[in-house]
């Protein structure tokens, strides 16, 4: 039990260490990840269409 208290305290103790980002960072890296993931769905749709049609025409299936 006293390993875990122990481990708790050091913890907290390490938190506050930590410099956290301010409203404006965590706004403006959550817009890059949005507009990175918006971007990359419709790539990963793109490629999907294009392979369809690729092994459509290969296999003579439409």
């Known amino acids: 039990m006293g390993k875990a208290i ?3 305290k050091d913890a907290y103790f390490e938190l506050t260490k930590v410099t956290w980002l301010g409203k404006k ?3 403006a890296t959550t817009v890059v990840v949005i ?8 790539f990963v749709g793109f490629v999907d269409q294009v392979l ?5 025409v290969i296999f003579k299936l439409g």
């Open 52 to 56: 369809s049609i690729i092994l459509r």
């Open 6 to 8: 122990q481990f708790f």
């Open 35 to 42: 507009v990175f993931v918006i971007i990359m769905a419709l």
């Open 25 to 27: 960072e965590v706004v």
